[in-house]
């Protein structure tokens, strides 16, 4: 058989031609995938926010840490080789269908049985329930693998929105209801486990497929390589063990603020860069052997995520002492110092995802699993390192870190595009200059308001850095959007 094998009435093959228009088509359905979970997941954080303590969210942040510690062993990096591999047959699906959900239940058998110990040495017994009640959504989101890889693979990011945002209504109804109806901390676990489960049946139907009953070791071995490393690469990036040692050496008081930080940078990110890495995996898949479109795709894609993502972060920055109390609530601004360092890191994330996502699309899973694994060691060592010194000095070395550690993956990127280091970070050039000078005027604006009310500050602060940001992007970046626009209307 070849690519173009079909399962279930759905083709296999990677896109060949009219890749431009379905990657921006993507991206807009993508966007509509990242923004309602955003939106609602903002609702739920918010609300949550206001009812639970930062004691509250830091056991249910611990045992969903423990949870994430079984979903990171699973084999999950075999859909990654799924959507890469340039050729598959139905055997590959059945084959990694029954590979993840076999190594799910037993993965989720073993944490049962370690929640009673992970709850004596942490001393809170609420610990024996939560945490095999929150790993339950490792069986849900191992089986929803394979039919999201489909997904992915063709590009069918229309159905991929409308499965995320059935999930993120659903999980949304069921905080807010258990919320309301006092069950506490259980309603902000609950919507983790109710995602899961949606998205899974969102994913199977969206796909249209359903597994055979075989299981090919051949097929497996196919995929071995990719998967394996891309599995190692899983584990190094899911397993949180920022958070893991954070509550052990911090408390549940200092991995709530830590986790509080951390998940509006995740909302932002997901919301920002989700849709492009999602299609960008896709499409630079596709692109293997034509250097010349591969160059052109990534570098405008670095345009477009840099353009959005760093005004965001920026400005999230500037405002956070005046939004985190009026939005949240006064007992997390605390917080703020911590959500500033966390936008430092969301701005290197909008620029690292695209960077994974070009370096694992041409088959570098080992370069890039190596890479990780190396961050993560780093990671550990500054986690014991700093903790002593506090919250805000552990959350700024780890911003540091990541600088740092930045630092090797430009000479990979540059290196598959074919490029000059120059060249690469001149794409970066005209959103740095817009950004600066947005960061200028709203600095002017809170400076010259800094004894008026927070709400009118904040008001004024971004509508003047926004447009101020705007003016320098039209300005400047007119031929920018045009080649963006002629690449739209390409046929191919």
């Known amino acids: 058989m070849t690519a173009t094998t079909e399962a279930g009435g759905k083709r296999l093959d990677h896109l060949k031609s009219g890749r431009a228009s379905a990657a921006i088509k993507g991206t807009m359905w993508s966007l509509v995938s990242s923004l309602a ?4 997941g903002f609702l739920v954080f918010l609300a949550t926010s206001r009812v639970l303590t930062p004691a509250e969210f830091g056991i249910v942040a611990f045992a969903a840490s423990i949870a994430t510690v079984g979903l990171a062993v699973a084999p999950a990096g075999f859909r990654e080789a799924l959507i890469q591999r340039t050729d598959i047959e139905p055997k590959h699906l059945d084959t990694v269908f029954w590979l993840c959900v076999g190594a799910a239940v037993a993965i ?15 001393g809170d017994p609420l610990l024996v329930a939560l945490v095999p009640f929150i790993s339950a959504r490792v069986i849900f989101d191992m089986a929803a693998a394979v039919p999201n890889a489909l997904l992915v693979r063709t590009m069918s990011f229309r159905m991929l929105a409308l499965r995320t945002t059935a999930a993120s209504v659903f999980a949304a ?21 109710a995602g899961s489960v949606t998205t899974c049946i969102g994913a199977l139907i969206a796909a249209r497929w359903r597994p055979g009953f075989r299981f090919d070791l051949r097929a497996l071995g196919d995929l071995k390589a990719f998967g394996l490393f891309s599995t190692g690469n899983h584990f190094i990036t899911t397993i949180s063990v920022d958070q893991l040692l954070i509550g052990a050496l911090l408390g549940p008081a200092g991995l709530g603020i830590y986790g509080f930080a951390r998940r509006i940078f995740q909302i932002l990110t997901d919301l920002l860069s989700g ?27 670095t345009f477009a995520s ?16 005046d939004l985190i109390p009026l939005a949240f609530g006064d007992h997390w601004i605390e917080a703020v110092p911590v959500v500033q360092a966390f936008c430092a890191l969301g701005v290197l ?12 699309s041409q088959g570098q899973a080992d370069l890039w699993f190596y890479y990780v694994l190396s961050k993560q060691a780093v990671t550990v060592l500054y986690v014991f390192l700093f903790a002593g010194w506090g919250l805000l000095p552990l959350t700024v070395s780890l911003v540091v870190l990541n600088a740092l550690m930045w630092m090797p993956t430009l000479h990979m990127v540059v290196r598959l595009l074919g490029i000059s280091l120059l060249s690469y970070l001149g794409s970066f050039a005209l959103p740095v200059l817009a950004t600066a000078v947005m960061w200028g005027a709203g600095w002017l604006v809170q400076r010259e308001m800094g004894e008026a009310e927070p709400l009118l500050r904040l008001v ?3 509508g003047v850095a926004a447009v101020s940001y705007g003016a320098v992007i039209v300005v ?3 031929e920018r959007v045009q080649r963006m626009v002629g690449f739209v209307r390409r046929k191919r």
């Open 37 to 40: 979970p955003a939106l609602l």
């Open 108 to 122: 989720f058998g073993a944490l049962c049985v370690a929640a009673p110990f992970v709850a004596s040495s942490s």
């Open 173 to 193: 109804v069921v905080c807010l209801g258990l919320l309301w109806a006092g069950f506490g901390l259980w309603a902000l676990a609950a919507s983790q486990l």
């Open 275 to 301: 849709a492009l890495n999602l299609v960008s995996y896709s499409l630079l898949s596709s692109m293997q052997g034509e250097k010349t479109k591969l160059r052109e795709a990534y570098l405008l894609g």
């Open 306 to 321: 840099s353009v959005v993502a760093f005004p965001v972060f920026v400005g999230l920055a500037l405002v956070a002492g």
């Open 349 to 360: 994330t909008a620029v690292g995802i695209l960077q994974a996502s070009l370096i694992r």
């Open 460 to 462: 004024a602060t971004v």
């Open 476 to 478: 400047l970046g007119r």
